[in-house]
Structures are given as structure tokens and as C-alpha cells.
């Protein structure tokens, strides 16, 4: 269950990870250009630094994800267990009586 939540925060820093190598490439190959004179090419350190920073606001993002599903009161929680034909079968059955 918890490969089914982590699979999402490993995709994005998986893509968080390839647009900054991809951004280095960039600025590399538009710095030895030298196609806009005024162009300021940000360095390694300042890219990994903002890639850092980026990856700690995800972390916190998931920590906050964490504890508003810790803090969900427990009859909510509950519906989740339910086994999935149950939670249909009660949806259909108050739609049947909403529309006889």
C-alpha cells in the first residue's frame, strides 16, 4: 500500500531529477552560443540549490498529506476497508429509490 502512495512522489522527483539535468544541458550549449550578449548563465551549484529547495517544499508537501490522512477522523478511514462492491451496491440502491 505504501508503494501505491510513493509511486507518484517517485515519478515526480524522478521528473523533478531529468528537467534539471536537462536545464544544465541547456544552459551549457546556450552559453558556448553566445547567441544574447547579455545571457547569465545560472551555475551548477545555484541550480542544485534550487533543485534542493524545490525537493524540500515536495517532501513537506507529502509530510502535510501524511498528517491530514493521520488526522481524518476514524468513520472515514473506515469507508476505505469497505470492500468496493458494497460501497456500489448502496450507491445504486439510493439512486434506485431517488428515481422510482
Same mark, same amino acid.
Not at 14 to 26: F, G, K, N, P, Q
Not at 68 to 82: F, G, H, K, Q, T
Not at 85 to 90: F, L
Given at each position: ?8 512522489? *517517485?515519478? &515526480?522527483? &524522478?521528473?523533478?531529477a531529468s528537467t534539471l ?7 551549457? &550549449?546556450?552559453? &558556448? ?14 541550480? *542544485?540549490?534550487?533543485?534542493?529547495t524545490a525537493a524540500d517544499?515536495?517532501?513537506? *508537501? ?14 472515514? *478511514? ?23
Amino acid at each position: 500500500m505504501m508503494d501505491l502512495w510513493l509511486a507518484p512522489w *517517485r515519478a &515526480s522527483l &524522478s521528473l523533478t531529477a531529468s528537467t534539471l539535468e536537462m536545464m544544465l544541458t541547456a544552459q551549457k &550549449s546556450f552559453a &558556448s552560443a553566445q547567441a544574447v550578449p547579455d545571457f547569465q548563465p545560472m551555475d551548477e551549484i545555484k541550480m *542544485r540549490e534550487a533543485f534542493h529547495t524545490a525537493a524540500d517544499a515536495n517532501l513537506r *508537501r507529502w509530510g502535510d498529506t501524511a498528517d491530514a490522512i493521520n488526522n481524518l477522523p476514524e468513520w472515514y *478511514r473506515d469507508l476505505s476497508r469497505v470492500p468496493g462492491g458494497v460501497m456500489t451496491d448502496w450507491f445504486d440502491k439510493a439512486r434506485r429509490v431517488t428515481q422510482a
